[in-house]
Each structure stands twice: as C-alpha cells, then as structure tokens.
C-alpha cells in the first residue's frame, strides 16, 4: 500500500519530439493545474528544438526537468525511461502525457483523485460515459474504437478505451508489473501496460476525459504503429487463450485423478 504522502508525490512524464509550438504551453497548463506535480519532458533530441526550449523551462522552473534522449526511440521507450527516472527518484504517482494538447492538464486533478480512492492505475477515457473526442476525422474515430473493441474481445479485459495515452499509476504498479519486458515502442505500448496491470490484479479505473486533436505539429502515428499493435495484441491473445486452455486441461485431470482415488 503507497502511503498518502507518497501519492503527494506526482511526476507527469511528457515525451516529445517536435513538440516545439506546444511544449510550453502543455508545462505551463499543467503548472497551473497541478502546481505540486512535477514535470519530466523527455525528448529524443528533436530536431526542431524542442529540447532546447524544455531546458529553457526548466532552467526557471525547479518543477521541471529534461530528459535529452539520444534519437527518436518512439513513445513507448521514452515513458519507459521517464518511469525510471521518477521511480528512482521516489515519486509516489507517474502520469503519461502527451504534448500535443490532445489531453487537457485540467482533468488531470480528477485522474489523481481516483488514484487516492484506491485506484492502482487510472485511464483517461474517451469511450466512457462523459468522455469525448474535438475535432477528430471519423476514420480516426474509428481506428480506435476498433483498437479498444479488438483488445476488450481478444484479451479480455474490461477496459473501454485501451489505447488512450493520458494515464496515472500508482508506483507501486508499475514496481509490480515487469517493465523491462515491455518492448512496445507506439500506441501499442498504452495497451501492453494496461494488459499488464490487469494481469497483474491491479485494480484499473477509468475516468471521462475531453480528448482534442493537435492544432500544431505533426501526428507520429503511423502505418506501423498500427501494424504493430495488432500484431502484438494478435500474439498476447493467443499466448493468454493458450495459458487459459492448459489451465483448464489441468484441472480436469487433476479433478479426475482426485475423482479415481
Ligand atoms: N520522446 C519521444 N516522444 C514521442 C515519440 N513519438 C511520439 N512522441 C510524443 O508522444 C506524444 C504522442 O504522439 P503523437 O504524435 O501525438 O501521437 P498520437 O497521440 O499517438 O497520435 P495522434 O492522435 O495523431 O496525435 C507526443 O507528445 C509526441 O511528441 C518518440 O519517438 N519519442
Ligand atoms: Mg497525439
């Protein structure tokens, strides 16, 4: 159980490349709205600058810290290594943001007030009652409802907006859920570690969120990014229905050796 002081603690974690016309007012935004967080941009040595303009903040701001990453590694990686920054640091609350103001700083009092009702990991939610998406083409829309779909049917877990990128955890969840397997390195990474969480008996709860699409900058999605996710999920799927079978096969026979006796 994480002490109240430790959930005190909280680290939002911001990876970026080419974030340039959004990194200052996502820290700005997020200062504001949660003035005791502490911020931690990681970037992968973005070419156009936006690591400079993190080193900026956080020169001014003894809230704000940088992680200068060597190349583009992709998100996953770069919350990988923001995780270990701040749970080495002891922070008690790690939080996934991205720059591009497609999440709002203002909701995220609300993600941290589920984490001190108990939650172990809370995700933001477009697919939840009171959620919502501005200004997203409908076949965006649909590539994620697909993806949430796909993952709640083929892995089993109850969660209505799998791929969704704004989320807290407890350190103690993510001590608990073998990080240095985690090879994901797109979208598909939000998936692997909520998979895990529930694999892990972690208790998930997810809150409404407003999710906007970026005014400035380019998205990183990618074909691949895609192709990787369903691939993953794919293998997951069948490695779980796979445990799930020999699970059942063993206690049929255990039940009918115990049966013959
Ligand atoms: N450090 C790092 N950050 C990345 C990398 N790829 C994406 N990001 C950041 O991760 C966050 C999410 O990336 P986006 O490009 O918005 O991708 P997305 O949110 O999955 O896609 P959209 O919904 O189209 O915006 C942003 O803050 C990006 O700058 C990467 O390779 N390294
Ligand atoms: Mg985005």
Redesign the pocket.
Known sequence: MTSTDALDRVLVI??????SQNIESITNRLRKAVPHAHILI???NSPDGTGDIADRLASDDSHVHVMH?TG????G??YLAGFDWGLARGYGVLVSH???G?HQPEELPRLLTAINDGADMVKGSRWVKGGSIVNWPAS?VLISKAGSLWTRIWLGIPVKDATG?FNAYRATTLRGMNLTEVASAG?CFQIDLVWRAIKHGFKVVEVPIEFVE?EFG????SRN?VIEALIRTTLWGIEHRFHQLRRAVTSLFGRSRHEVR
């Open positions: 911001i990876p970026t490349y080419n974030e990681a970037d992968d990453r583009k590694q992709g998100l990686a770069a991205d720059a591009d497609s965006r990128g979208y970026r380019d998205s990183k999605m990014i």
